[in-house]
């Protein structure tokens, strides 16, 4: 019996560890085949709120945020590409972090138009395999339009203020919930997993759920 299991991904485009997080997930929910009829919604979360339209250089940047040495940064960079290979994310050199609140706003216009998660997956694409500035709208625009999106629509909406608010008041009930680090993923509205976890893990964890009285 197919049972339904509503899935909220709160992330950053801006997060290596939510594009693990979610390429594992969805790689949990395909083992799993049709015994659960899986939604995913999208909800955003700013690592770095603050950063300027340039982006700071990763080196700099994750040596102020956690006084890491670049050594130290290239050793955890290359446990995240293996992490990725393993659930078939694969990431690309990136030098630069940006600024991801726009493409944020595109997200909350792209689940409107039923095409949030293939839009999520692009710009975690754009990013982290490509190394392509989340923050420019004209990539925005390409991403939005290579998932089927209307290309001129979506640039209206990035030169638009449009959705803004949505992001901020989501932003501000993820803190409300005490949510402080990403991917957080919350089964149904009330069990929370945390982090890029393995497919197993994302498994099992779903399985249990299902199997749990309904309230």
């Known amino acids: 019996m197919t049972q339904p299991l509503r899935i909220d991904f709160v992330s950053d485009i801006a997060c290596p560890w939510c594009a693990i997080?979610?390429?594992?997930?969805?790689?949990?929910?395909?083992?799993?085949?049709?015994?659960?009829?899986a939604q995913i919604v999208m909800h955003p979360f700013e690592l770095n709120p603050e950063m300027s339209p340039q982006g700071e250089r990763i080196v700099d940047y994750l040596g102020k945020k956690y006084g890491r040495t670049p050594e130290q940064i290239a050793e955890t960079q290359e446990t995240i590409r293996e992490r990725g290979a393993n659930v078939g994310f694969v990431f690309g050199p990136r030098e630069h972090v940006y600024n991801t609140f726009d493409a944020h706003r595109?997200?909350?216009?792209?689940?409107?138009?039923?095409?949030q998660l293939p839009l999520k997956l692009a710009l975690l694409h754009a990013y982290h395999s490509e190394g392509k500035d989340p923050s420019n709208h004209d990539v925005l625009v390409e991403a939005a339009q290579s998932v089927g999106l209307d290309a001129a629509q979506a640039r209206a909406v990035l030169e638009s203020t449009d959705y803004a608010e949505d992001v901020r008041a989501q932003e501000n009930?993820?803190?409300?919930?005490?949510?402080q680090s990403v991917p957080s993923?919350?089964?149904?509205?009330?069990?929370?997993?945390?982090?890029?976890?393995?497919?197993?893990?994302?498994?099992?964890?779903?399985?249990?759920?299902?199997?749990?009285?309904?309230?």
């Open 106 to 115: 595109l997200l909350q216009w792209a689940g409107l138009e039923g095409k």
């Open 173 to 179: 009930e993820a803190q409300s919930l005490g949510i």
């Open 185 to 215: 993923i919350i089964f149904n509205q009330r069990y929370l997993v945390t982090g890029g976890q393995p497919p197993e893990a994302f498994e099992q964890a779903i399985q249990q759920i299902l199997a749990e009285p309904q309230a």
């Open 21 to 37: 997080g979610l390429s594992s997930l969805q790689l949990a929910l395909s083992r799993l085949g049709d015994t659960v009829d």
